[in-house]
């Protein structure tokens, strides 16, 4: 899992705030193909904006899920403030020989 700097945390925020959130959870929870892309878009991206729906918090809190979504996908969770969450897992460069 990376760890995160509060240099790295900012510079994160200040890149996804204007944005708006790629992935929707919604009533389905945290669906496998829901794990599946946002593990493509960290891979894609390094960093992903994920905004859950009143209807998937039923039995579980926000921050619950985005707990969990972040140790699911191995990445670091930024931050989360209402229904809406950032991760960030650092891309590793292969060593060429």
């Known amino acids: 899992m990376s760890k995160l700097t509060a240099g790295m945390k900012r510079r994160i925020k200040r890149k996804l705030s204007y944005q708006k959130p790629t992935i929707w959870i919604g009533k389905n929870q945290v669906s496998p193909e829901t794990l599946k892309e946002i593990t493509k878009q960290l891979e894609r991206n390094e ?15 926000a921050e619950e899920m985005a707990s969990m979504v972040s140790q699911q996908t191995e990445s670091a969770l930024v ?3 209402g229904h809406t969450f950032m991760l960030y897992k650092r891309h590793y460069k292969s060593i060429k020989k």
Request: charged letters at 30%; glycine letters at 0%.
């Open 79 to 81: 931050e989360a403030r």
């Open 47 to 61: 960093m992903v904006k994920i905004k859950i729906l009143k209807s998937a918090l039923q039995t579980i809190t």
